[in-house]
């Protein structure tokens, strides 16, 4: 059944029972007197029909390209530390380094830095500074263990609420030091959160329209901070791009999905594009990850696939 608000399927009618198996975040993350705020918005707001949210969106005009929104409501502010009257503009390398040891001493695996523009943005909303911090947090293996369903819904809003609390306490870390910043909270879906960390070069969009990274290959939630430092260390030359090439010769996210929402199209010049059909992806509503648990990058390290790639290529040039 298809929940005419959203566009999602709904695949469990009794949102009490999904309430009901919700794992104790406060418990998990120590957030303890933040957890009623969060209770309360997974309890009103997630759990409605579907539990992606979308009921409570002001504009769901989302880029297809850009995964598939999971979780667009307004997540509710959990920072400890206000925005400094007089916000520094400039970090010197000193403090880029102890940012970079903080944010690694939480769960956040990667970070990298990059400018945000207009076409990244999803929701109409002004950022009054597009200097950007994106974060990259692991997406435990449970959760691609389980198979579509509540178990794995819950364990993938679980992920969410981890890293929205992880990216504010980054966040209070860069105001205690002086700097602005507003969040863009990985459930908030103001902006394109794989084309961000496309662009800060933290991986490359596969097929999947999910970013693969070389750490985590397509198994990670993403988050940003806009932040007033004007001298973010940004380079903007992606070493990732190669993917688009080898997905071009793999497919198995493709196969993999049993909703058909990753289609092939032809076009009139006999190319094959994909396509990512939100309306019929269970990634959000019912927790399905079948298109990062078959892909290559999930079961090999990058490095082992970029070396095989490079040499298979190597090997079809000589015979030309
Ligand atoms: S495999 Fe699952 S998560 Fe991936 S696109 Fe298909 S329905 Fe969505
Ligand atoms: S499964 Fe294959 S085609 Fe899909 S994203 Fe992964 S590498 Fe690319």
């Given at each position: 059944m298809v929940n005419e608000k959203c566009g999602c399927q709904i695949t469990?009618?009794?949102p009490d029972k999904k309430i009901k198996n919700k794992p104790k975040i406060n418990e998990i993350y120590g957030f303890g007197e933040d957890s009623q705020d969060i209770g309360e918005l997974l309890n009103n707001n997630l759990y409605n029909e579907c539990g992606c949210g979308l009921d409570h969106v002001i504009d769901n005009s989302y880029n297809s390209n850009d995964g598939c929104g999971c979780g667009t409501i307004d997540f509710p502010?959990?920072?400890?530390i206000k925005n400094p009257d007089?916000?520094?503009?400039l970090a010197d390398k000193d403090f880029i380094n102890e940012l970079e040891n903080y944010v690694h001493s939480l769960d956040i695996i990667n970070i990298g830095y990059t400018l945000l523009t207009n076409?990244?943005?999803?929701?109409?909303k002004f950022i009054q500074y597009p200097y950007t911090i994106v974060l990259t947090m692991e997406m435990d293996n449970n959760i691609i263990q389980t198979p579509p369903g509540e178990d794995a819904k819950d364990l993938n809003d679980t992920a969410y609420v981890k890293l929205a609390i992880l990216t504010t306490k980054i966040s209070d870390y860069l105001r205690k030091n002086g700097f602005a910043t507003e969040i863009a909270h990985?459930?908030?879906?103001?902006?394109g959160f794989t084309s961000l960390a496309q662009k800060a070069v933290l991986g490359y969009i596969g097929k999947s329209g999910l970013l693969i990274s070389p750490e985590l290959g397509p198994r990670q939630k993403i988050s940003a901070i806009f932040t007033s430092?004007?001298?973010?260390?940004?380079?903007?030359?992606?070493?990732?791009?190669w993917i688009i090439d080898y997905c071009e010769k793999c497919g198995k996210c493709i196969k993999a999905c049993p909703e058909k929402a990753l289609i092939t199209n032809i076009t009139c010049f006999e190319h094959e594009e994909t396509e990512f059909i939100k309306t019929l992806c269970?990634?959000?509503?019912?927790?399905?990850?079948y298109c990062i648990e078959k892909c290559p990058f999930n079961q090999k390290e990058y490095t082992h696939i970029k070396n095989r790639f490079e040499k298979i290529n190597e090997k079809l040039t000589k015979n030309r």
């Open positions: 469990n009618d009794n502010d959990l920072s400890h007089k916000p520094k503009f076409d990244l943005l999803i929701k109409d990985p459930y908030s879906g103001i902006v430092i004007a001298n973010l260390p940004i380079n903007e030359t992606n070493p990732h791009s269970i990634g959000c509503s019912d927790g399905c990850t």
